[in-house]
């Protein structure tokens, strides 16, 4: 069954995602950019992280329609933390 997909972060004035939801058949992948907008100063103690939640996509149903339809949590996720270096 396909699944659709949506990714958020912690805070959307730093970063950016393309795309940001999708649809996805079994065993289908897709490149998702990651883009840190920069210009805002980051403090050691601030934590942020991407979020990738994915559900059933019913057949013939956009990302966005899936989501809207959807109710509870979703079927799976997976957070993957920020790391900022010098």
Known sequence: M???YKVKCTRNDLFKIKP???ILDYN???TIVLIYR???EIRPEDKHYFG???IPAPEGCTSDGA???HYGPPQGEH???VVFSD
Do not use: D, F, I, P
């Open 28 to 30: 289908q992948t897709q």
């Open 2 to 4: 396909k699944q659709a």
């Open 79 to 81: 957070k993957l933390r």
């Open 20 to 22: 940001a939801t999708g």
């Open 38 to 40: 920069g210009g805002k």
């Open 67 to 69: 989501w809207a339809e």
């Open 52 to 54: 990738v939640y994915h």
